[in-house]
């Protein structure tokens, strides 16, 4: 038996290797088209999502590990490749399309090293680490992204991202089985600001990933929810490089932990939620006593994850053990996030319900809470690069959300979505019937 331990991943990078940043006052971008790509993975086993992402002429696909908590996309890369991990799709074949190492773009994932070019011709060569210690090295190239829109047009744009051809994996770790990574954070080297300069979307990406697993991916602001959104300011004080949200005081239940000023980050690429040692040993403490008389007892034999707990049975599904446990509350300036059991506890191969927050201080987060894919289950969190916040709301995401109605009738455009993506995605059968 493998322990999962394996399959955690938490995709920040260690440096900050770009600029920042863009605010809604530099030109406008008046493009009011989404794209939507369909997404698939889970939490657990799998322990992560990928989108399905369309590159080359023709289009190839490749299985990406969506990441908001970092910028740079890349695939793995036969150029030819050094060191790569096992891939669902054959390695992109680079073209001799190179990003100079005078360009802008190259500059920003070097930034703020200072980084010089020999000649104007020389390519723009990168590394990428990851907080799990796992990196990429490879060479920026450009191809052609074909994006859905969500009336069904594919858009072709000529994007920057990384040919990896030296991945390497922490040595504890089972690489995920990807092609790649979608960087979607809010530095130049994004692939969302490259499509805003480009007047293909707004600067706004939306992750909906469902509990049953998969659930889809949205650039643009077109299928963001017009009511019942939690919007909070980014934060543009602290740790400017991630998506952040500010500082949070914790609650479990009713209760606060009297933890306040703990800054909190989104990230998609990470597995599971990570909280600094002290908001870690707090909650801990919260938990137990709050269990003590609920007939659930410490499981230490399960090394599923390093905490769990087993009831007088095995436990079939979350819904066995939703009333035992307390919400999770993450109190902001002027909202908050309410993480339900379902959102932080995962139900084990031996049925016991293990803990999905984890000890940041062990994987060397010292002073950042990360909120991975565990806390993101079942609901559309949609980082909004043009506005500067953050906003979360429950929602289906086995199915597209009603999207804005602006044609006045009073109906959503059930059909304008329905047909193009009744066969192509997979994700909107259920709306479809409707
Ligand atoms: C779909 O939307 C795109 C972007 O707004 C537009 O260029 C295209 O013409 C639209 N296609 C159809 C069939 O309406
Ligand atoms: C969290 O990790 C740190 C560093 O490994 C350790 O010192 C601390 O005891 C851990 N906290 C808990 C509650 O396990």
Partial sequence: ???????????????????????????????????????????????????????????????????????????????????????????YKPKKDLVACMDPLCTSIHYPETHQCQSPKEQCDYTVQYADDGSSIGVLVKDSFSFQYINGTVAKSLLAFGCGYNQEVPASMVPPYTDGILGLGLGKASILYQLRELGVTRSVVGHCLSAQGGGYLFFGDELVPSSGVVWTPMSTTEIEKHYSLGSAELFLGGKTSRLKGLPIVFDSGSTYTYFTAEAYKALLSMLTNDIKGKKVYIANEDKSLPVCWKGSKPFKSIYDVKNLFEPIILKFKKSKLQLDPEAYLIISENGNACLGILNGSEVGLENINVIGDISFQDKIIIYDN??????????????LPNINDDDGDGDPDSARLCKPYGSNLGILQPYCTA
Avoid at 77 to 83: E, M, N, T
Avoid at 386 to 399: D, F, H, L, S
Wanted: hydrophobic share 35%.
């Fill in 1 to 91: 038996m493998h322990s999962t331990k394996n399959f955690i991943f938490y995709l920040l990078p260690l440096f900050a290797p770009f600029q920042l940043c863009y605010s809604a006052a530099n030109q406008p971008n008046t493009a009011t088209s989404s794209v939507v790509l369909p997404v698939t993975g889970n939490v657990y086993p799998t322990g992560y999502y990928h989108a399905t992402v369309n590159i080359g002429n023709p289009p190839k696909s490749y299985f990406l590990d969506i990441d908001t908590g970092s910028d740079l996309t890349w695939l793995q890369c036969d150029a030819p490749c050094i060191k790569c991990t096992p891939a669902p799709h054959k390695l």
């Fill in 386 to 399: 043009e506005k500067q916040q953050i906003g979360w709301t429950p929602a289906n995401c086995n199915r």
